[in-house]
């Protein structure tokens, strides 16, 4: 079973989010925190079950990447709405998130 750091995870989307936005929001670095650790918590439990099931061969990585969209989708990000931040900044938030989640869940498995 392919253990994921959870903390690690949270730290990896941070970091990616905050330099996505270095050009694009600047300022935003602790709204991007703030949001990003409540989604990796929510679905912490979640994305454990998936990875383990990708790992066994029960979903694709597909079903994996739909999943995890499917959760951002529902996704609040209160932080950075209360800041001001526009439906398509907090797509392009989203769409690295999605991307980074599973680029490090298929770097859990790789490494098995």
Same mark, same amino acid.
């Given at each position: ?10 730290q990896t989307?941070?970091? #990616? =989010?905050?330099?996505?936005l270095k050009?694009?929001? &600047?300022?935003?670095?602790? $709204?991007? #925190? +703030?949001? *990003? ?7 912490? &439990?979640?994305? &454990? ?5 990708? $790992?066994?061969? $029960? ?5 994996? #990447?739909?999943? =995890? ?6 996704? @609040?990000? $209160?932080?950075? @709405?209360?800041?001001? +931040? %526009?439906? +398509? #900044?907090?797509?392009? =938030?989203?769409?690295k998130i999605?991307? *980074? ?5 298929? %770097? =859990?498995?790789?490494?098995?």
């Amino acid at each position: 079973m392919a253990a994921i750091d959870f903390g690690k995870l949270s730290q990896t989307v941070v970091n #990616e =989010v905050v330099l996505l936005l270095k050009t694009d929001m &600047q300022g935003y670095a602790k $709204e991007v #925190e +703030i949001d *990003t650790r409540q989604f990796i918590q929510s679905m912490s &439990q979640d994305l &454990q079950r998936w990875t383990d099931q990708l $790992e066994k061969g $029960e979903i694709t990585q597909r079903n994996l #990447e739909r999943f =995890v969209k499917a959760k951002l989708d529902l996704m @609040k990000m $209160e932080a950075l @709405k209360n800041a001001g +931040i %526009g439906l +398509i #900044e907090l797509d392009k =938030v989203k769409n690295k998130i999605l991307l *980074t989640v599973i680029d490090f869940v298929l %770097g =859990v498995l790789i490494k098995l």
